[in-house]
């Protein structure tokens, strides 16, 4: 051994013993805390899954009713529609001849009478026009006068004699077509019934039928809108798989929302003869056969097409809720909540009638509630339902 291999140090007693310096609880300790951890993890997926699954699916399927108001639970209607009030007799008034406005005897929602003078357009033009054709009149009557008589002494020609005769009709016809002009220039009801809208006022020049034609502005030519409200009824669309179910002259039920616990007799007047196929619906007229005053155009409105007609005392009764008699359970109802948790309720009852029992107190509209064998059912017990 040389002397240079005698001074090099021994290199392994340099190295570094990591092992010994680890301390070994230490490090159960973090295994502890690891397999803790995992082991609450699976714990609580084992529990979301035995309470969302294997719970839901042990639950008892139950038959519910959703409550909701109804009447005349012997006449139930076979189908609902809505749509809004319009009156089957309905009249723009535009004059014949345009001019201005001078006398204006309506107002918005007043009623008038067949004949009654709406408005007057000024007729000074045709007066003059009146007085002139009246003094030609005067001048071809003097005409054919003189002509005829000198006919008879055979002086003149008989072609001079027709000439002042053809002269003098048409002197009379002028004299008559301006007085049909001025009769016009006077806008009369042409029915009973009520001004639904004003479209003018005194001063305005409005524009006669046909030159609101020509010129495209016959709808602002109209000096008001006139409505028979004894016409009014309703325009419906009916979905066209459920328009066999409806036949002309079949009874219905009004009901506007403007006056909600009002009801009116109606009769299916109309069916359209044609479809929207963009819609899929058919529109269908209603009259309403007791309407009165309170009952406008385009409120808008709901009908129940029935199978037979309505008593009055039948359209009087407010709306109640029925519900099958094996729901209530001495006195209470087991009712389903949102979470489809059985809460169980008391209830106070009424008339029975058509097999079902009124319920006076104790649920409102769109409570479900437990329709059959209800008794098996606890206080906060899951359950599902047969829809499902």
Known sequence: MTATEEQRPDL?????????????????????IVWAIVAIALAAIAYAVYTRVVV???????????????????????LTATGYLVASRTAKITPKISGKVVKLNIDTGMFVHKGDVIAVLESTNLQAQLDESQAALGNAEREYERQRALFRDGVTSKALLDNAEATLKAARARV??????????????????????????????????????VAGTLPSGAICTLVDLNTIEVEADVNESNIGQLRE????????????????????RQIIPTADRAKAVVK?????????????????????????ERTNAELQETPKFWLPPSSVIEGKVAMVDATKHVHWKSVTTGAVREGR????????????????????????????????
């Open 12 to 32: 392994a007693s340099l190295r570094i013993h990591r092992e010994e310096e680890h301390d070994p609880r230490g490090n159960s300790f973090v295994r502890i």
């Open 56 to 78: 839901p699916r042990r639950a008892p399927v139950v038959e519910t009713t959703v409550i909701k108001p109804s009447i005349n639970l012997a006449n139930p209607p076979l």
């Open 176 to 213: 008559d077509q301006v007085k049909i002009n001025m009769g016009d220039m006077i806008i009369r009801a042409p029915f009973d019934g009520t001004v639904a809208a004003k479209s003018t006022e005194v001063g305005e020049v409005i524009s006669s039928v046909m030159m609101g034609q």
């Open 249 to 268: 002259g079949q009874p219905a039920e009004v009901t506007v929302d403007a006056f909600p616990g009002k009801k009116w007799k109606g009769v299916l």
């Open 284 to 308: 269908v007229k209603v009259a309403i056969l007791n309407p009165d005053a309170r009952l406008l155009p385009e409120m808008a409105s709901n009908v129940s097409f029935l199978q037979n």
């Open 357 to 388: 029992v009124e319920v006076t107190s104790g649920v409102k509209e769109g409570d479900r509630v437990v329709s059959d064998h209800g008794e098996e059912l606890k206080e906060g017990q899951l359950v599902r339902l047969n829809t499902e």
